[in-house]
C-alpha cells in the first residue's frame, strides 16, 4: 500500500522560500513518476513539478519554472520541493502524487496515489 506523507509547509512573506518534503512508503520514488500538485480555493488542482526517469527528468511549469525545484533522494525514499521567490499567488493547498498506472502527466486523473496535503501561504 502506498503511503504519501508531506511536511514543511507554512507561512512566509514574498520573496521567502520553503522546502516541501514527501516521504514515501509502499513504493520506490525513483522507479514512479512523483509529482508535486497545488490546489488554491476555488481553483482547480494543477502540477507545479514531477520528476521521473528515476530522477534524471524533471517537468515544471512557467508558473514556476526557474523558482521551484524538485529532487529526489533514494535513500530517504523522499521527494522535495525546494520554492524559492514565492508570490502570494502561490499560496495554495500542496499535495505529493505519484503514479503506479501511467506515465508523468499533468493530469491529476492520472495519479494513483496522493498525500494529505501541506498548506502554503505567502503573504505580501
Known amino acids: 500500500q502506498v503511503h504519501l506523507v508531506e511536511s514543511g509547509g507554512g507561512s512566509v512573506q514574498a520573496g521567502g522560500s520553503l522546502r516541501l518534503s514527501c516521504a514515501a512508503s509502499?513504493?520506490?520514488?525513483?522507479?514512479?513518476?512523483m509529482a508535486w500538485f497545488r490546489q488554491a480555493p476555488g481553483k482547480e488542482r494543477e502540477v507545479v513539478a514531477f520528476i521521473y526517469l528515476g530522477g534524471t527528468s524533471t517537468y515544471y511549469p512557467d508558473s514556476v519554472k526557474g523558482r521551484f525545484t524538485i529532487s529526489q533522494d533514494s535513500v530517504k525514499n523522499t521527494v522535495y520541493l525546494q520554492m524559492n521567490t514565492l508570490k502570494p499567488d502561490d499560496t495554495a493547498m500542496y499535495y505529493c502524487?505519484?503514479?503506479?498506472?501511467?506515465?508523468?502527466?499533468?493530469?491529476?486523473?492520472?495519479?494513483?496515489?496522493w498525500g494529505q496535503g501541506t498548506q502554503v501561504t505567502v503573504s505580501s
Open positions: 509502499g513504493i520506490t520514488v525513483g522507479r514512479y513518476c
Open positions: 502524487a505519484t503514479t503506479t498506472r501511467y506515465l508523468c502527466d499533468t493530469n491529476p486523473a492520472r495519479f494513483t496515489d
